[in-house]
T-cell receptor, first 114, second 116 residues
C-alpha cells in the first residue's frame, strides 16, 4: 500500500530564507508526483508535476526534485516571502493505478514571517 | 474563467438531510475526480469518472454517497441521510487524457459541508 508522509507538519521561517519541504513515499513505483499549495479554506493550486522519468522541475522560485529509488521528493523555495505562507501538499499516483487517483501526504504548513 | 468550478461553496445542513454538490470541470477534460478533506489532513480519493463512466469508487464512499456524470461534462455528488462525520471539504479535480501517463490534475475551490 502506498503511503505518503510529509515532515515537518509545520515550519516557520523569516522572510528571505531559502527552505526545503520534504515528501516521502513508501513504494517507488509511481507514475508521477505533484506538489500543491493550499490557502486556508481554499482548494488546491498545482505548483509542479514531476513525471517518474524526470529528476526535477522548476517554476520561478520553486524547484522540485524526485528520487524514486529512495522514495523522496523535495520542494525548494528560494527567497521566501510572506505570500508563500500556506499549506504545501505532495501527492503521488501509484504505478499500479488505472485511474490516476492521487495519494496525498498530510501537508506542511509554512509560515513566512515579515 | 476556465478553471474547475464547484457549487455551492458552503453548505450547512442538519443531520439526516440530503445534500448535492456540483462540479464543472475544465472544458474537454475527460477525467474527473472527487476527493474529501478533513481538517488538518490531506485529501482522500472518493471516486473517479472517465467521461461518463464511473470507473473507481473508494471504500470511503458508503452506500449513502452517489456520484454521477451524466453526459461526461459536469458531475454531481449526493450524500443521503447526512451524518456529522460527513463534515468536510469536498474537492473536485479534472485532468486531460495523457499518452500513457496521467496528466496534471486541476482542483476546484471545494464545497465546505457542515452537518449540525
Amino acid at each position: 500500500k502506498q503511503e505518503v508522509t510529509q515532515i515537518p507538519a509545520a515550519l516557520s521561517v523569516p522572510e528571505g530564507e531559502n527552505l526545503v519541504l520534504n515528501c516521502s513515499f513508501t513504494d517507488s513505483a509511481i507514475y508521477n508526483l505533484q506538489w500543491f499549495r493550499q490557502d486556508p479554506g481554499k482548494g488546491l493550486t498545482s505548483l509542479l508535476l514531476i513525471q517518474s522519468s524526470q529528476r526535477e522541475q522548476t517554476s520561478g522560485r520553486l524547484n522540485a526534485s524526485l528520487d524514486k529509488s529512495s522514495g523522496r521528493s523535495t520542494l525548494y523555495i528560494a527567497a521566501s516571502q510572506p505570500g508563500d505562507s500556506a499549506t504545501y501538499l505532495c501527492a503521488v499516483i501509484h504505478g499500479s493505478s488505472n485511474t490516476g487517483k492521487l495519494i496525498f501526504g498530510q501537508g506542511t504548513t509554512l509560515q513566512v514571517k515579515p | 474563467d476556465t478553471g474547475v468550478s464547484q457549487n455551492p461553496r458552503h453548505k450547512i445542513t442538519k443531520r439526516g438531510q440530503n445534500v448535492t454538490f456540483r462540479c464543472d470541470p475544465i472544458s474537454e477534460h475527460n477525467r474527473l475526480y472527487w476527493y474529501r478533506q478533513t481538517l488538518g489532513q490531506g485529501p482522500e480519493f472518493l471516486t473517479y469518472f472517465q467521461n461518463e463512466a464511473q470507473l473507481e469508487k473508494s471504500r470511503l464512499l458508503s452506500d449513502r454517497f452517489s456520484a454521477e456524470r451524466p453526459k461526461g461534462s459536469f458531475s454531481t455528488l449526493e450524500i443521503q441521510r447526512t451524518e456529522q462525520g460527513d463534515s468536510a471539504m469536498y474537492l473536485c479535480a479534472s485532468s486531460s487524457r495523457g499518452r500513457g501517463d496521467f496528466n496534471e490534475q486541476f482542483f476546484g475551490p471545494g464545497t465546505r459541508l457542515t452537518v449540525l
